[in-house]
């Protein structure tokens, strides 16, 4: 449900609950969810940022509560000449959700680099 904001989810109750199903089918042991948990938690490049030379779009929606705003603007100046997109809606699956200002972006992106 933090994938998602709350009007999609409202929209899109159907397709959410096909694929819980085989989601909970198939749902790791608590364990290896408690460790990637950890894993995530642990991993951090941070300090190699500023030299990702790579052109780079840091692409998020402002009602993500998954990874807030927040996190993308610190990514964005943290990478030297990163470009910062924030599309007014579209929680942490913008590229499903909203998916027409995530292309369009994501293409501006890409034909400026041409």
Known sequence: MFLYPDWWINENIGLIEEREKPAIA??????????????????????????????????????DVLTPTYYSRELARLIPGAEHVELDRGGHCASETNTAAFERAVLDFIGRLQ
């Open 26 to 63: 198939n749902f790791p042991p608590r364990e290896i969810v408690a460790s990637r948990i950890d894993a995530v938690l642990a991993f951090d490049r941070t300090a190699d940022l500023p030299r990702v030379r790579t052109p780079t779009l840091i692409l998020c929606a402002k009602d």
